[in-house]
């Protein structure tokens, strides 16, 4: 990857991060998802998802805005730059077991590549809820043999 490519990407990295907070604000997961929606090209190809997954949490630190929601808004930029890098990326969102019942859920989200997590590893307690891979030609699908948990209310 030559000088002039990294220097873009890190910008490129560094605005959307900064922005994401505002152009998902106040909207449900799918349209959240549908901008996740990386472009066609591979701007980024040479780069590893190691340094991807690397810049991505040194972009997000100190937040003003989504101090409690860091995986989402790192989940999504991963996802979104390893696509771009040429990788088959694939973001899941979990919900923790023990909140299923409670007044609120505790929910994770997290990137892998080939089953094997990039960014924010679930921890044993999750319980997948959501797939989202933009290759698929379909929308987000409920993993088979997960009980469906309704994820109705909005994020961010």
Not at 79 to 93: E, K, T
Not at 129 to 154: F, I, K, T
Request: net charge positive.
């Amino acid at each position: 990857m030559d000088v002039l490519q990294h220097i873009r990407f890190r910008m490129s990295l560094w605005l959307r991060a900064k922005l994401i907070p505002y152009s998902i604000r106040g909207k449900d997961l799918i349209p959240i998802l549908e901008r996740a929606r990386p472009p066609t090209r591979s701007p980024y190809l040479g780069l590893t998802a190691r340094h991807i997954a690397k810049r991505v949490k040194r972009a997000c630190r100190n937040p003003w805005l989504m101090r409690d929601r860091p995986c989402l808004r790192e989940g999504l930029l991963v996802y979104r730059f390893l696509a771009m890098a040429g990788y088959r990326p694939v973001l899941r969102f979990g919900v923790d077991r023990t909140t299923l019942t409670a007044a609120s859920l505790s929910a994770h989200c997290w990137v892998e590549i080939d089953g094997k997590p990039v960014l924010n590893p679930p921890s044993p307690g999750m319980v997948e809820v959501l797939v989202y891979d933009h290759g698929s030609q379909r929308m987000p699908r409920r993993p088979a043999n997960h009980p469906a948990v309704p994820l109705e209310g909005r994020v961010g």
